[in-house]
């Protein structure tokens, strides 16, 4: 499968922005996918944001819990991840993640569990 993600940009702090992840060449509504998205700020490491489980179970990043959500559109084939409330510490590019099997708790904020990422998007909030 391929991703592609986008719908990055720049917002004032407090603002909200909706990043899409495209999939091609599978359904990522077949059972057992996982997707997640991830996000790296300079310097930083990648670090785990938001994951969407078979059976539309959800896991958050403590960090983000309350402003971000994920949600799946199945007829287009596309993962959201809902931004609101945003924070200067947000700024990071964002990737989509997905793995053809479903993930663990544990294992689902680890980058080398997932088998396919899309190019990333930058999100940038100004204070």
């Known amino acids: 499968v391929q991703l592609q993600a986008s719908g990055g940009g720049l917002v004032q702090a407090g603002g909200s922005l909706r990043l899409s992840c495209q999939a091609s060449g599978d359904s990522i509504s077949r059972y057992g996918y996982v997707i997640s998205w991830f996000r790296q700020a300079p310097g930083k490491e990648r670090e785990f944001v938001i994951g969407l489980r078979r059976g539309s179970n959800t896991h958050v990043a403590d960090s983000v819990k309350g402003r971000f959500t994920i949600s799946r559109e199945n007829a287009e084939n596309t993962v959201y991840l809902q931004m609101n409330s945003l924070k200067p510490e947000d700024t990071a590019v964002y990737y989509c993640?997905?793995?053809?099997?479903?993930?663990?708790?544990?294992?689902?904020?680890?980058?080398?569990?997932?088998?396919?990422w899309g190019q990333g998007t930058q999100v940038t909030v100004s204070s």
């Open positions: 993640a997905a793995r053809d099997r479903d993930l663990i708790l544990s294992e689902l904020r680890v980058t080398s569990n997932y088998n396919y």
